[in-house]
């Protein structure tokens, strides 16, 4: 997944070539920082 503050649609073949995405988004950078700020973790696996 890839994610931004802004609509990547002009870096779109750069950011598919470097990272090969399934999707993107705007939201998932917001909600990650709020967690990083708040040191809160954003993502836990209960493997």
Known sequence: MATGEKFVWTKRKEINEQFSPLCADMETA???HTCYVNKVP???CGL
């Open 30 to 32: 917001a909600v990650a």
């Open 42 to 44: 954003l993502l836990q």
